[in-house]
């Protein structure tokens, strides 16, 4: 599986220029990326010296201190080359990448059966850099004129203690994969959407065999189910509306079981690329009950989540018990980059007239695509995943009066209409 992952970096960096830099790395762990620039400290130069061509220790005679300089020993060269300096490439990783990225082993207890399941402490499993082989590969890629590295991580599982013999029967015993979004930014109502929704999961139990629906489980979005009105898109305009944020939970939830290798039956991506779901496709979009995400638990057991909020990230937990897959994510290798087109400007009643209300910003469209490697005893699959964002204007709306409006001039502009409920998004 390694050597299709290599094969696949090394074939589509050939192919997209945007995954080669001469000027910087970029480290991959699942869906985080790491780029770094290459630093002058980064080298260093250093005196070598060989006798009959081949490597030798400093004479003796040019160990010692003074003015004069003798003369080199018969058959003895010295020369001067630049070597890649370890403790400034080891500075650069661990301050830039390790500081943001390690994490120690959490502890959680769970207690309580289906459908009364409480949690005390979070499970995240502990994860550090491993500084020395990074700084390894590292030379080496740079050697060879490699621009991507996977990061070499070391996990540790955390301290789980399942006191109810009913889920621990169910194969309730470790961390199985982890899902994880970075909602930084975010309004407040966005925020609380979030919140809201994830609270919809915490605790939720999925059979082992079972076909898991994202949108049966998250249930209605409306104020009654306690979400407030946040920005959503709605076929090309971008409006609010109740739920808006609750693709980040979608999101959140998918990367967990598609990074473990769970076989997804169900994921689309946002229409326009969206900053709150980088790197771009990695992301899933829900609109209930048009559009969900699922996924079938092929794992030896069931699965509990857990979901929690911390430092502006959402995570959704899968506990259970893990079989013998490996699974690696590959990408984005992303190309067919185009501008925004030109803003627009559309007339309508449903603002007052004379008001003017954004209802879209300039997103520059861009095509996606991941990898993903699974292995299973001597079974091993390859499968893309392909996402298409669109380009978007600036888009504004002008309130008019009912009576005037048809009289106002439509070059640029589009009439209001309503959004087909597959294109929309929370």
């Not at 959140?252 to 039956?265: A, C, D, H, S």
């Not at 079974?379 to 298409?388: I, K, L, R």
């Amino acid at each position: 599986m390694r050597r299709f992952a290599i094969f696949i970096s090394l074939l589509l960096g050939a192919f997209f220029p945007s995954v080669a830099s001469a000027a910087s790395l970029t480290y991959r762990y699942q869906h985080h990326l790491f780029t770094i620039a290459v630093g002058k400290e980064w080298q260093e130069p250093k005196e070598v010296w060989t006798y009959e061509g081949q490597p030798a220790k400093v004479p003796a005679i040019f160990r010692v201190d003074g003015d004069h300089v003798p003369a080199l020993p018969s058959g003895f060269a010295r020369s001067e080359v630049t070597t890649w300096n370890h403790d400034a490439i080891r500075a650069a990783l661990k301050q830039q990448i390790a500081a943001v990225f390690d994490r120690p082993p959490g502890s959680v207890v769970m207690r309580g059966g289906t459908g009364s399941i409480t949690f005390e402490g979070v499970g995240l499993p502990g994860r550090r850099v491993d500084l020395e082989r990074a700084v390894t590969l590292t030379v080496s890629a740079l050697e060879a004129g490699i621009t991507d590295i996977t990061l070499p991580v070391i996990e540790t599982q955390p301290a789980i203690t399942v006191q109810d013999p009913t889920l621990a029967t169910q194969g309730i015993r470790e961390v199985v994969s982890i899902g994880e979004s970075d909602f930084s930014g975010s309004t407040g109502a966005r925020r609380h959407n979030i919140q809201v929704g994830l609270a919809k999961f915490n605790g939720v139990l999925v059979p082992q065999g079972a076909a898991f629906s994202f949108d049966e489980t998250l249930g209605p979005v409306n104020a009654a189910t306690g979400y407030l009105k946040e920005l959503v898109i709605m076929g090309d305009k971008t409006l609010p509306d109740y739920g808006g944020g609750l693709c980040q939970v979608g999101t959140t939830f998918y990367r967990g079981v598609w990074e473990y290798g769970f076989p997804i039956l169900a994921r689309r991506n946002h229409s326009f690329a969206v900053h709150y779901y980088s790197p771009q496709g990695t992301d899933a979009t829900i609109y209930p009950p048009y559009t969900d995400i699922k996924f079938l638990n092929d794992s030896p057991g069931a699965l509990l989540i857990q979901t929690f909020v911390e430092n502006d990230h959402a995570y959704f937990i899968y506990y259970g018990t893990r079989d013998d897959r490996q699974s690696e994510v590959i990408g984005p290798y992303t190309w067919g980059y185009a501008a925004p087109p030109p803003d627009k400007i559309e007339y309508t009643t449903e603002i007052p007239a004379g008001t003017t209300r954004k209802v879209g910003e300039r997103v520059p469209g861009m095509k996606a695509m991941w990898w993903r490697l699974v292995s299973r005893g001597d079974t091993e699959t390859e499968e893309s995943v392909y996402s298409v964002y669109e380009a978007r204007p600036r888009f504004d709306q002008i309130g008019v009066e009912a009576t005037s409006s048809l009289l106002l001039p439509s070059s640029g502009s589009s009439t209001s209409a309503a959004s087909v409920p597959s294109s929309r998004s929370r």
